[in-house]
């Protein structure tokens, strides 16, 4: 409780193969590399009303190869900033949850596009709700090859790309959020999403509130909202889909 740690090259706080560890109404800043690092087996860590930010990668949960379930950021503040910044990423991880935050990350040009929430390699099972997550020149959240991730009660907005986006991803639920960004969400070769008591709102002329790429299959939108821009669409569902 009540850590002030910096680092200008490195991982401020790391659990290696740790659990049951609790942090709380802390601070950590770093320049580069991951901030607040979970790896080796870390399981059933908290960090809570904390401040993280960092140049890079503010929170990294897996390391792509061990099993890394059930931790949780909380009721947080996480700033990611710099070419390709991620406020928080997820790779290969089970049942971690991302509750009450608010998640900035800011990108120096759309062509060094950044994450605010980053979900990759079969990750599966996580909860993101109840956050505010931001994004400036990158989308606020990206799922790509994630089986059953789910986001609720959350505010996803974007400056220049999307709010949601998901890519090759399976079971993915979308549910009372509401997404904003120039095109609002992206669906692409994914399977059995659902978008459920949403509002999502593109920002742009040509744009849609929705953009079914190629490849999906049982798409299931209720009782939601979709807003596309004046020459855009709605809902806009590209050939080679199936199941809407």
């Known amino acids: 409780t009540g850590i002030f740690a910096g680092n200008p090259g490195g991982t401020v706080l790391t659990f290696n193969g740790s ?29 809570t009303r904390s401040y993280m930010q960092a140049t890079g990668v503010a929170v990294h949960i897996g390391d792509g190869i061990n099993e890394i379930e059930y931790n949780t950021i909380s009721q947080s503040t996480v700033v990611a900033t710099g070419a390709w910044a991620k406020g928080i990423r997820l790779s290969n991880v089970a049942y971690n949850n991302i509750i009450g935050n608010r998640i900035t990350s800011v990108s120096p040009s759309p062509a060094q596009n950044g994450l605010g929430i980053y979900i990759i390699d079969a990750s599966s099972s996580n909860l993101i709700s109840q956050n505010i997550i931001t994004a400036v020149n990158g989308d606020a959240v990206t799922i ?9 009660f959350s505010t996803l907005t974007s400056q220049g790309y999307s709010g ?22 992206v669906i692409s070769g994914s399977t059995g999403t659902v978008i459920a008591d949403s509002i999502l709102v593109a920002t742009t002329t040509v744009n849609s509130g929705l953009w079914m790429r190629a490849g999906s299959v049982n798409l299931t ?11 855009g669409a709605g809902i806009f569902i590209e050939g080679g889909n199936s199941g809407f």
């Open 19 to 47: 659990n049951s560890n609790y942090v709380e109404s802390s601070t950590f800043t770093v320049i580069g590399s991951s901030m607040v690092y979970f790896n080796a087996d870390a399981s059933s860590n908290t960090v």
């Open 164 to 185: 949601f986006v998901a890519w090759n991803t399976s079971g993915t639920v979308v549910t009372n959020s509401y997404i904003q960004g120039s095109t609002s969400a």
């Open 144 to 152: 790509v090859l994630g089986i059953d991730n789910r986001v609720e």
């Open 221 to 231: 939108l209720t009782s939601s909202t979709f807003q596309g821009g004046s020459q």
